[in-house]
């Protein structure tokens, strides 16, 4: 992996327009991907994950908007780009892949006519081309071509998502951005799928932006793990080190909250209470009316990210200098 | 794009519903929806007609003929000029608004009532049950409306408001409970008419008790939607003569307005005012289904524009 | 979740003329599709024997398609079984005609569905439910503020506070975590003998899984109500079960205690299950790469294994004969030709069909 980042996401902020006035779903975002890499970004429902992926991929539209910050990928903003700029990057230089792949492809045409409309719209020429690069993208996921003629509702539930992702490598873009492709698959599909997409990244080269509800799912395939919560970043850095020391209270919430399989029987709690109204944040760090780890500056000051040995941490308890000795019971808010 | 509707819905704290309570929330899909308030304000202008004619015409009765009867354009005394029969039209208009009204209220009314039983039952009993109704509903559908219009009320005797409404009833249920139908199919799966049979309801009590509650502005459009049939449809079998010639309404306006050569002899506001307010009263009423619309279809709803203040870093 | 739990299962096998709680033999469920002139057969559930004791959480574990939610439906009798039969404290279900008695069932034996945001009807607020179970089921209680204090109780049971308040409010207006609450009050508040929970964690985001699953094993102490508790997640089932139930294209595949079933998986799909759950403080698991988890064909399937297509240690016997459940460990079955038995355990010389 080579050191320059092709993503550079920097201040990010997207807001939404409601009925009671602009409501921040994601908050000063800064992010790096580099060539190759395997971003995993993790987060609980509301948490702004899957809004910052449609805006990094400049995929938003009204009542969503980006109000501040930059994306730039290979140097170019994309936030300011015009659609015409945009539709020339779009699949080739980088590419998504969405969560239901019955709600992505459309179900009145075949497999191969979605590829081809794809090549088409991209840049690809003759037919030829484009029936041999169908198939050997069907073959580098390992579905046999044949299935091309096929409908998306006569294809499994893993197969269709393994066209999907053959479709966001018909260019061989840079980067794939994929918004929980596994979440609608059953664990032993989930897991093929995810050796998959690893063994196509080591083969091509992409890099990949990964987003997820399941902590587990990503812990041993990706480099670098987000974790977002309430619309910003609360932990950020090498997934190993992510894991092994969660440096941030909700971090080390969220592990916990996975029951294990093997090892011993231990009787967890999960973090009470829910989410927060993003419209409404609690004052100071919004973690704070759900944190075991809370103390009195928490409800007034908002932290900012700290750096924890190799990760950052959006906690006060890292914020230089002596963290505060006192510590005080979470009030009890119910799930 | 599907994530970020589910996103808005996150972000405000709870799933937007379909309507939050009863009344708030259709009031607010009204008061807020522009097409909607147009036809509310135009409902409310020919209720108002129907309900106190005195407010907006100084004329008691007017289907008084005049002593020296002829026909007379608009002018300073008649804002419409006169009937044949030297009958004030604006007058009578404004007091015919009464029968038009009350025959669209009514009709659709009856029509929606019986969607209602046979669309939703329809779809919630499954089986033998759907079929034979769904057979009812279709034949009902493709009958030739008109001429079983004409059929049915020249044979029921003329002259007769009831017989218009039956009439009406009887042939504008059908379209509605096929929707209906459709709704309801989509809707009885869900966990909680689930909940409801496992916990040992009757059929009955589910029907009645726990779907129609939720398909309340579903029923509300389809009654709007009855209501406006019978407004046309009524006008254009008055028109016919198949109503009572001898009542007033606008229905009975055109009629003798065709029958005494209105537009022939060159008074043509005698037939156009009737039949203008004829279709503005069907407007408001589709007009106002537009509000309905958006309750049950939340992909309808105006999209809003967030004023972009671009920080630029 | 410590080990007292197993104490309390010993006691219920002890006794043997106590007929279980409930109990399935040879249950069937079959589907017609195709149209009118089609003969085609989907298996949803095939000749499923399964036993619930009083105060156990039994899990039931599969993909989806393996039959587990029809299961749910068989036992909520929303469904009908094609064959078989279910015993309620010894009783057919079958026998049971009057409403009186069917009415009785459904109060002992309700059911948590998945869907935290369709479960309750939106139109009204959350006491509808509970109150509606508590008219039709609990004669004990006759009047409105009877009923409503007992309302109160159920969801303060459930871990919502302030109940009053909490039962006052609109569906929208709580979160899915406490939506799932009130699906449990519900159950709750009939007295049940059995809750049958139907994946009722699935759709809550992980940090609130944990709380319901808490809340099963407490009412599982505290009001003796045993769960049947149906999930795709073994992590989840392990973490609150008693015994592991493993299914696959309709049939069971593997049962037995929780912690021997996941200890020591004896039939090829539970251990190819095992394999693929991802444990973030495990190193990642050598598992097949080779199967990329197509679901089986159960429409019209024809004698012999239904896992063989998938089976690593498939052998000729496979193909031609449905392997039965056989006793390979204490209270541990699974079917399938080529397991083998635990080392120090000895197989009893009938083959058992049952769990």
């Known amino acids: 992996m080579s050191s320059a980042p092709i993503l550079e996401v920097s201040g990010l902020r997207v807001e939404y327009a409601t009925s009671r006035g602009a409501v921040c779903a994601v908050d000063n975002v800064d992010l790096d991907v580099r060539k190759g890499e395997f971003v995993g970004v993790v987060g609980e429902s509301g948490c702004g994950k899957s809004t910052m992926l449609f805006a990094i991929a400049a995929l938003l539209s009204p009542p969503a908007a980006v109000t501040a910050g930059t994306v730039k990928f290979h140097g170019h903003n994309l936030v300011t780009m015009t659609e015409k700029q945009l539709n020339v990057l779009r699949w080739r230089d980088y590419s998504v892949v969405m969560q239901s792949a019955m709600n992505a492809l459309n179900p009145v045409i075949t497999i191969a006519a979605q590829f081809k409309d794809a090549l088409k719209a991209h840049g690809a020429a003759s037919n030829n081309e484009i029936a041999n690069r169908s198939a050997e993208v069907m073959r580098l996921v390992g579905i046999d071509p044949i299935h091309l003629k096929s409908y998306p509702h006569q294809l499994s539930g893993g197969m269709r998502q393994r066209a999907m992702i053959a479709m966001a490598l018909l260019f061989t873009p840079d980067l794939v951005i994929m918004d929980e492709p596994t979440s609608a698959l059953d664990v032993v599909a989930q897991r093929s799928l995810m050796v998959q997409i690893k063994e196509l990244q080591h083969q091509l080269g992409f890099a990949v932006i990964f987003v997820t509800h399941d902590m587990s799912l990503v812990s041993h395939f990706s480099d670098q793990l987000i974790v977002m919560y309430a619309g910003q970043v609360s932990e950020i850095g090498p997934t190993r080190q992510v894991f092994d020391h969660p440096a941030h209270p909700y971090s080390r919430g969220l592990l916990d909250a996975f029951p294990s399989i093997r090892g011993p029987r231990v009787e967890l709690t999960g973090i009470p209470g829910s989410p927060p109204d993003l419209a409404r944040p609690p004052q100071g760090c919004r973690f704070n009316p759900r944190c075991p780890q809370v103390f009195d500056a928490c409800r007034v000051t908002e932290p900012l990210l700290y750096q924890v040995g190799d990760v950052q941490a959006r906690c006060l308890l890292h914020a230089g200098g002596a963290p505060l000795l006192e510590t005080s019971e979470a009030s009890g808010a119910t799930t | ?313 | 979740m410590s080990d007292d739990v197993s104490d309390d299962v010993s006691d219920d096998v002890s006794d043997p003329s106590t007929p279980p709680l409930l109990e399935t033999r040879g249950m069937t469920k079959h589907f017609k599709i195709g149209g009118n002139f089609s003969r085609k057969t989907l298996h949803a559930v095939d000749d499923v024997n399964i036993i619930i004791n009083r105060q156990e959480i039994v899990a039931l574990a599969g993909e989806s398609g393996s039959g587990k939610s029809t299961i749910a439906r068989l036992l909520a009798r929303i469904y009908k079984p094609t064959s078989g039969e279910i015993y309620y404290q010894g009783k057919p279900l079958s026998s049971m005609r009057t409403r009186r008695d069917s009415l009785g069932y459904r109060s002992d034996v309700p059911m948590v569905f998945q869907d935290p945001f369709s479960s309750l009807n939106p139109a009204y607020r959350v006491n509808h439910g509970i109150m509606r179970g508590l008219k039709l089921h609990r004669r004990d209680l006759t009047s409105r503020e009877q009923r409503f204090a007992e309302a109160e109780r159920v969801v303060d049971a459930v871990g919502l506070t302030p109940a009053a308040e909490i039962l006052q409010r609109y569906p929208y207006e709580l979160s899915g975590g406490q939506r799932q609450r009130i699906g449990f009050a519900q159950a709750l508040a009939y007295k049940p003998k059995l809750i049958l929970a139907d994946e009722p964690v699935s759709m809550l985001d992980v940090s609130i899984r944990i709380g319901l699953l808490n809340v099963m094993a407490k009412l599982r102490q505290e009001a003796h109500v045993s769960f049947l508790y149906i999930t795709h997640d073994i992590a989840s089932a392990r973490y609150v079960a008693d015994r592991i139930m493993i299914m696959y294209a309709g049939h069971v595949v593997e049962s037995g205690p929780a912690e021997a079933v996941l200890a020591d998986p004896k039939h090829p799909y539970t251990q190819l299950l095992l394999s693929a759950v991802p444990d973030p403080r495990a190193p990642l698991a050598v598992g097949s790469e080779t199967d990329k988890g197509e679901p089986p064909k159960v429409i019209d399937p024809g004698p012999g294994c239904r896992f063989r297509a998938r089976c690593p240690f498939v052998v000729d016997v496979c193909h031609q004969v449905d392997p039965p459940l056989r006793l390979l460990g204490p209270g541990h079955t699974a079917a399938c030709h080529v397991a083998k038995p635990d080392a120090d355990f000895l197989v009893p010389a009938q083959e058992v069909s049952s769990t």
């Open chain 2, 1 to 313: 794009m599907s994530a970020i509707l589910a996103n808005t819905a996150v972000v405000t704290g709870a799933p937007e519903p379909a309507r939050r309570r009863a009344g708030g929330g259709l009031w607010t899909a009204v008061r807020t929806n522009r097409k909607a308030m147009a036809g509310l304000i135009i409902f409310l202008i020919f209720a108002a007609m129907a309900a106190v004619p005195r407010l907006f015409t100084s004329v008691k009765h007017p289907n008084d003929a005049a002593q020296y009867a002829s026909l007379a354009h608009p002018g300073s005394q008649h804002w419409l000029g006169t009937t044949q029969l030297g009958q004030d039209i604006y007058a009578q208009l404004i007091y015919g608004t009464r029968q038009s009204l009350v025959i669209a209220l009514i009709a659709g009314f009856f029509a929606t009532v019986l969607s209602v039983l046979i669309g939703v039952s329809a779809a919630y009993l499954g089986g033998v049950g759907d079929e034979a109704l769904s057979l009812l509903t279709n034949v009902f559908l493709v009958l030739p409306t008109f001429p079983l219009i004409i059929v049915l009320a020249t044979y029921a005797g003329k002259g007769n408001l009831l017989v218009v409404i039956v009439v009406l009833v009887v042939t504008g249920w059908s379209y509605g409970a096929n929707q209906l139908r459709a709704q309801t199919l989509s809707l009885r799966n869900r966990d909680f008419l689930e909940s409801a049979r496992v916990r040992g309801e009757r059929r009955s009590y589910i029907i009645v008790a726990e779907l129609l509650p939720t398909m309340t502005s579903l029923v509300v459009a389809n009654f709007l939607g009855a209501a406006l049939y019978a407004v046309l449809t009524a006008a254009g079998l008055q028109f016919l003569g198949l109503g009572d010639p001898s009542s007033l309404s606008w229905g009975t306006m055109l009629y003798w307005s065709q029958n005494d050569g209105a537009l022939q002899s060159g008074y043509p506001v005698w037939a156009i005012a009737p039949g203008i307010c004829v279709a503005l009263l069907g407007a408001s009423f589709a007009l106002l289904n537009y509000a309905f619309d958006e309750i049950s279809n939340p992909a309808l709803r105006p999209v809003r524009r967030i004023r972009v203040k671009r920080t630029h870093s």
